[in-house]
């Protein structure tokens, strides 16, 4: 029963002729396939052609790409089709998920609107009456609540997640057999990931048809899909099912990927393993592996020739393709992973900072409330946006607090008030002991050099016509230290960092992301702080980039005996770094405790959400994973929830008897001590919801 | 939407008081008195002292300006002098609201004056807005089509060229060959809607095309960039994924989101031009309200001058509002509010 593929990609080239500068060869000769109802992932860091060979697919690509090689859709080659005939198969045969749906929904359409156009587009005898009952009945199948009310709904008045529903929704109108869906997720806060995973998940169970999910991100792939193939540069550098390739890659740049990300269950374990440098110039690519510059495990033959997309294995059910060199000693186990990318050590305990545990950092009941009004000449009060709603946590020397939560819940307004230095509207915020609320303006200006932020772009801020050396010093020169001692300090710092000091005269548009935000700790060092605050410091970095930061970050608290507030909303990066984790919700903090006891013994039903919607990039743990989902999206915040203010979306609360819900609509849970953590939920003791799955840790021998 | 046009609507009053308090101040509170142009070559210091009186700019300027406002909705009397209204009323003339004044350079009221004029440039106005917009968004459209091509550089140089063409120019040139050489229309003059429907369409050919032209110049750049930019739109991108046609995506998705600044400038044009083409008006010799700014301006007519001044601030009021509800029905993101 051989069965040809739904869809062959046959040694597929695209290049983007430009005016007045080299070619990009964007895609270069990649060859797979997808069978009918298969779940295929894509995986590649940003620039390496995901996306542009997937158009190439639709036909969506400008008219500036040249395309050659072939592709053919149930054995009927699509390149060679006119535009026309072309969109009757779009959207109908095949169909695609954007990234980013913000801005891939027309704005002046309802989205009921923009439905109905995708099912009349197939399908002209469809009546108005059939094509609204259709709407409604895909809105539900992708989750969206009142659905006849949201049909006529604009794009605009959706949260990001819905509109990504609605997105596959349209997708799947008409019944497609191949789905093409390109960063669905992305941009995404984890639950709300989660819950559009499950939903794309389900359209392919509805309509049976073949996905190609396009992600950079490994972990969402190991949970999904079937079979994997990797991307760099814009070639296929190693395809297999997802087991082989995330559990036993033979390729040095999979491996680097895997071990650069913390994996969630197993961070803070060891350091992660950076993959520095970045992927070549698609405009002049050197001869040999473009991985070669990067790859830790290249010798001479590397550089000459590039190597081919080879079956391994045999060809058997177990095949599997690599490109390179080396493969064979990879799958002979004469080289393995951690020969090639081993973790880096840890500061040794003489080079450590020795500390006594004094608290640096205390807050407590702190309370942010933003009043709501209204009316332009006669303001009225109306309501209030209670943004931080009486919080308390504390940091300690050479500790790392992890703040957590989805966007929108309190983060950034927690920060803000502590960098503020002043009494806030109510509670206390008590730096080193010293009770800031009663600092006068000299004594505050001292105190401020004590605490320094990071934000996730520290360049936005800065003016770029500023040197490296003028932005690093600059907290100095307000402290009026003279220029010798300042420029000695600046070199002192960026070789701290790891930047060559001898960078100090370029300026910030001459450095690379990851370059940049250590220019930012740098200059955050530059007053010797006791406490940073890091505001998603690693956040818009590539995951290579990622690691190379957060190993920086792990060093300067051990050598420094450093404090950090360190907020972000991965996960699996606050595992890797933090000593204790606050997970917040709505302005409050719902658990807080040690991160491995947080982190392995979730029990506020929140955290257990969170937590397991966070993707692992293993697929033994994927697969035997016990998910707690989350519905619907954070409520605004203007609302006025009684009791709980979780209820609305708690699992556990939707499986208690009606006693104990009337409890959580009734009370307001106050955060108290369960089981060696500060829980805020009614019925923590008796929360019958796991979110654990297969344990690697003891597998994992490296 | 109701409430906030009535809302709109009272803040325009407001503006316009605010606008005729503006001028009245500016002007009366000027060297000169006006009265000197009331008599011409026959005046006398006594006849001005007269004068000054029966038009009472004898009063405090605010004082003025509140009787003037009164004026508007009641009416008023020039000289407003009840004892002399018993004694002698053919001395009295009588000014019926709206009054806008009486001006003694023309011995009319300014309403009377003006009334005539309004239509001569509503209808001027209106004739260029449907040629510019036709003109000016379709070459636009091709242009941005064309991206590159011959047409499209084409288009945009000619449209620098008008744009760039004094409309005194654009409209002699026309003037000369379209209708006195090649007679190919007759000469534009102002004939009357009501009296022949089409002399009024032919009559108004020319004026409108001059207008029309230089105004067009501007949309096509305009609608072209705005095309361009929304022809970068990742929602286009979705439309065609999911099967719509190209030239649908053209109309449907593309022109709709690049057409609402387009709206609002026109909205804005068309408002501002409804008070009368000065240079235009002169060279057709339209007797629309832009030839009449002119020849008060010269004779120092200020009663006429500050009618002008609100007549088309009240298009200009009304225009606005009626873009914002245009761009709020179009553009579903905008709150009216
Ligand atoms: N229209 C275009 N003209 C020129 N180059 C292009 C064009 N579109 C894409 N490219 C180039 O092609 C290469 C591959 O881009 P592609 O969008 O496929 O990457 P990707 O893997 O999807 O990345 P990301 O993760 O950022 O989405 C990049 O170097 C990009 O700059
Ligand atoms: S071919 Fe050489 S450089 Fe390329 S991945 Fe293999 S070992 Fe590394
Ligand atoms: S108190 Fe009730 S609603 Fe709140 S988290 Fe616990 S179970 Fe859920
Ligand atoms: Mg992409």
Same mark, same amino acid.
């Given at each position: 029963m ?8 046959d ?13 990009v ?27 542009v060979?997937?158009?190439a ?12 090689g ?82 006529k ?10 509109r ?113 440098g ?35 294995g ?49 807050v ?21 946006v ?65 605490v ?7 360049m ?61 700790i ?38 420094r ?47 257990q ?47 208690l ?23 805020a939920?009614?019925?923590?003791e ?17 | ?10 803040g ?52 003025q ?35 806008l004044?009486?001006?003694?350079q ?47 550089? /084409? %288009?945009?140089?000619? $449209?620098?060229?008008f *744009?760039?063409? !004094? =409309?005194?120019?654009?409209?002699? +040139? ?28 032919q ?12 105004y ?18 990742d ?55 832009? /030839? %009449?700014?002119?020849? $008060?301006?010269?004779? *120092?007519?200020? !009663? =006429?001058?500050?009618?002008?001044? +609100? ?27």
């Amino acid at each position: 029963m051989t069965e040809s593929p739904l869809l062959e990609v046959d040694n597929l080239s695209v290049e983007f002729l430009q005016r007045g500068a080299a070619t990009v060869n964007a895609v270069r000769g990649i060859s797979y396939h997808v069978n009918r109802g298969e779940f295929l992932g894509i995986v590649g860091e940003s620039g390496s052609g995901k996306s542009v060979s997937s158009m190439a697919v639709m036909g969506l690509l400008p008219s500036t790409a040249r395309v050659t090689g072939d592709i053919r859709y149930r054995g009927e080659s699509l390149l060679e089709r006119d535009d026309k005939t072309l969109s009757k198969l779009r959207g109908k045969e095949i169909s695609m998920v954007f990234q980013d749906p913000l801005s891939a929904l027309t704005p002046v359409y309802t989205v009921g609107n923009q439905i109905t156009e995708a099912l009349k587009l197939h399908d002209s005898g469809l009546s108005d009456k059939a094509a609204d009952a259709r709407v409604i009945e895909l809105l539900t199948t992708v989750g969206i609540p009142a659905p006849e009310r949201r049909a006529k709904a604009f794009p605009h008045e959706f949260s990001g997640g819905m509109r990504q529903r609605v997105m596959i929704a349209m997708a799947i109108a008409n019944d497609p057999d191949l789905i093409i869906a390109d960063e669905p997720t992305t941009a995404l806060d984890v639950t709300i990931q989660a819950q559009i995973l499950e939903v794309l998940q389900k359209a392919k169970e509805v309509t049976g048809a073949a996905v190609v999910l396009i992600t950079h991100d490994l972990g969402v792939v190991a949970g999904n899909v079937d079979r994997v193939a990797v991307m760099y540069a814009g070639r296929l550098v190693e395809t297999g099912t997802v087991e082989q390739v995330l559990t036993a890659p033979r390729m040095p740049y999979t491996m680097g990927l895997l071990r650069s990300v913390p994996n969630m269950q197993t961070a803070g374990r060891s350091r992660l393993v950076p993959m520095e440098g970045r992927p070549p110039s698609l405009a002049a690519l050197p001869p040999g592996c473009p991985f070669e510059p990067r790859c830790p495990a290249s010798i001479d033959a590397c550089s000459t020739a590039e190597p081919p997309l080879v079956q391994i294995g045999g060809t058997g059910p177990g095949s599997r393709e690599v490109a390179c060199i080396r493969a064979d000693e990879f799958e002979r186990g004469t080289l393995g992973i951690a020969d090639v990318f081993p973790h880096p050590e840890p500061v040794p305990p003489e080079e450590q900072a020795q500390v006594k545990g004094a608290t640096v950092l205390q807050v407590t009941d702190l309370k942010r409330h933003f009043p709501l009004t209204k009316g332009v000449v006669f303001r009225k009060t109306i309501g209030s946006v209670k943004a931080v709603d009486g919080i308390t946590f504390d940091i300690e020397e050479k500790q790392v607090l992890g703040l957590v939560g989805e966007s929108g819940c309190g983060k950034s307004t927690t920060i803000l008030e502590i960098l503020e230095l002043a009494r806030p509207q109510s509670g206390s915020i008590e730096l080193n002991g010293v009770d800031v609320a009663s600092l006068n303006s000299s004594a505050r200006l001292k105190l401020r050099g004590d605490v320094q932020v990071v934000f996730q772009d520290p360049m936005a801020a800065i003016d770029p016509r500023l040197s490296i050396e003028d932005i690093v010093s600059e907290p100095l020169t307000v402290r009026g230290a003279s220029r010798s001692e300042r420029s000695a300090k600046v070199r002192e710092l960026l070789e701290t960092v790891g930047l060559d000091p001898a960078m100090s005269g370029r300026y910030p548009h001459q450095f690379s992301g990851g370059q940049r935000q250590r220019i930012g700790i740098a200059r955050a060092l530059a007053t010797d702080p006791k406490l940073l605050i890091l505001d998603e410091p690693v956040s818009a970095l590539d995951v290579s980039i990622q690691a190379g930061v957060i190993n920086l970050l792990q060093d300067l608290k051990d050598s420094r005996g450093l404090s950090y507030l360190f907020v972000a909303h991965d996960l699996a990066v606050v595992r890797q770094i933090a000593d204790v984790v606050a997970v917040m919700y709505l302005g409050r903090i719902v658990e807080l405790g040690e991160a491995d006891n947080v982190f392995s013994h979730p029990q506020h039903p929140y955290t257990q959400a969170l937590l397991s919607a966070v993707p692992i990039p293993d697929p033994r743990v994927e697969r035997t994973r016990q998910r707690v989902l989350l519905d619907g999206d954070l409520p605004s915040p203007t609302q006025e929830i009684p009791g709980c203010n979780f209820h609305g979306r708690c699992p556990l609360f939707k499986i208690l008897d009606a006693a104990h819900q009337e409890r959580c609509i009734q009370t307001d849970p106050s955060l108290r001590s369960v089981h060696n953590s500060s829980v805020a939920c009614h019925f923590a003791e008796e929360n019958p919801l796991r979110v654990t799955g297969v344990d690697i840790t003891e597998k994992e021998k490296s | 939407m109701f409430a906030y046009v009535v809302r709109r609507l009272i803040g325009g009053v407001f503006l316009l008081l605010l606008v005729s308090l503006v001028t009245f101040v500016l002007f009366f509170a000027g060297p000169i008195n006006p009265a000197k142009f009331t008599c011409g070559k026959q005046c006398t210091p006594a006849l001005i002292e007269q004068n000054t009186k029966a038009l009472g700019y004898d009063k405090p300027v605010l004082e003025q300006w509140g009787t003037y406002v009164v004026g508007i909705v009641k009416g008023r009397d020039f000289p407003d002098d009840p004892a002399l209204k018993k004694t002698a009323p053919e001395t009295i003339a009588h000014c019926s609201a709206p009054c806008l004044g009486y001006s003694p350079q023309t011995s009319q009221n300014v309403t009377t004056e003006l009334q005539p004029r309004i239509p001569v440039s509503v209808s001027l106005a209106i004739a260029a807005f449907i040629m510019w917009m036709i003109i000016g968004v379709g070459a636009g459209i091709i242009a941005a089509l064309l991206r590159g091509s011959v047409i499209d550089k /084409a %288009l945009v140089g000619v $449209s620098l060229i008008f *744009y760039a063409m !004094p =409309t005194v120019v654009t409209g002699l +040139l026309l003037y000369q060959f379209v209708a006195i050489k090649w007679q190919l229309v007759p000469a534009p003059q102002y004939v009357p809607f009501s009296q022949s429907p089409v002399q009024w369409l032919q009559g108004l050919f020319l004026p409108a095309l001059t207008l029309a032209l230089y105004y067009a110049a501007g949309y096509v750049r305009l609608t072209r960039a705005f095309i361009l930019e929304t022809l970068g739109e990742d929602y286009l991108r979705t439309a065609k994924a999911k099967g719509v046609p190209r030239v649908r995506v053209l109309f449907r998705h593309t022109l709709r989101a690049a057409l609402t600044p387009i709206v609002t400038q026109a909205g804005l044009d068309l408002g501002a031009l409804l008070g009368g083409a000065i240079i235009t008006e002169q060279i057709f010799s339209y007797p629309g309200l832009g /030839a %009449l700014a002119v020849s $008060s301006a010269n004779q *120092y007519d200020l !009663p =006429t001058t500050i009618g002008i001044v +609100l007549v088309v601030a009240t298009f200009i009021i009304i225009a606005n509002l009626v873009v914002d509800v245009l761009y709020g029905l179009i553009d579903p993101r905008v709150k009216l509010a």
